[in-house]
């Protein structure tokens, strides 16, 4: 999914464990079995209250969007938000895997056991020249010619973070299996992270990839979405630099 607001993540993330595990709770025993509406009505009463956790949670997100925009590191150099991130889950009770792919900045955080697997995925990476100061709507760099997140990747790992801690709560009380798996789009602008992921069958045992991209539009969408092939191209431009990508006419 090219983005995915914090609760769609979190609604879809608790629909799929549910289907992959099955009903809810065992029946007590002498008592019949749960039936499909009842199975339905519980699934949309752990969606309210998930998002409902989501909503709880809008000062740690910020935070986390505040600290990884201060970071702005560029691809393959991402080290302070790989310790910031890894922290918070390996608080969380998360298995943390570092330097995953070869990739030094690379890491995965691994939490539950059995299926389905849940991928959260979101890039982590800065670009080069796009200092800004934050709130501020005209171009104004922090610090001339420096990196930082002039695309919104500082946002996508605090939605996953969200929407992994809401439904491992729901997990846990509910005793519902499934592995929840949170990785980061290493060096995104470079086109490197996912290809060294890929090779290295970081997804082999993933049962569904959500994944969050920040959209102008804040929209959501699941399946192919353009942009996915990837042809080494060497150019060369003249003018100004900027990451303009679909309107190049409006960036400066």
């Known amino acids: 999914m090219r983005f995915m607001f914090p609760k769609s993540i979190v609604a879809v993330a608790v629909a799929v464990t549910v289907a992959g595990a099955g009903p809810l709770a065992a029946a007590e025993p002498g008592t019949a079995p749960e039936s499909q509406a009842e ?38 150099q991402e080290f302070e938000t790989q310790r910031y991130l890894t922290g918070i889950l390996e608080r969380e009770g998360f298995e943390i895997e570092l330097g995953t792919a070869g990739m030094p900045s690379g890491w ?79 060096a995104e602008e470079q086109l490197g992270g996912k290809a060294y992921f890929v090779r290295a069958g970081v997804f082999d045992d993933v049962d569904i990839v959500l994944y969050s991209h920040v959209s102008s539009a804040m929209t959501t969408a699941w399946g192919d979405s353009r942009g996915n092939g990837m042809v080494s191209v060497e150019y060369t431009f003249a003018g100004e630099s900027a990451h303009g990508a679909g309107d190049p006419w409006r960036s400066s």
């Open 39 to 76: 199975t339905e009505n519980r699934l949309e009463q752990l969606k309210k209250e998930v998002l409902q956790d989501v909503d709880d949670r809008r000062d740690f997100i910020q935070r986390m969007v505040d600290s990884q925009f201060s970071f702005g590191e560029l691809g393959f």
């Open 108 to 186: 995965l955080a691994r939490w539950g056991s059995g299926r389905p697997v849940i991928a959260l995925g979101s890039d982590v990476d800065g670009i080069p020249k796009s200092s800004q100061v934050p709130g501020v709507a005209y171009r104004q760099p922090q610090i001339e010619g420096a990196p930082s997140h002039g695309e919104g990747h500082n946002s996508g790992q605090a939605v996953n973070i969200a929407a992994a801690l809401a439904v491992k709560e729901i997990m846990e009380r509910e005793g519902i299996p499934g592995t929840l798996l949170i990785w980061p789009g290493i």
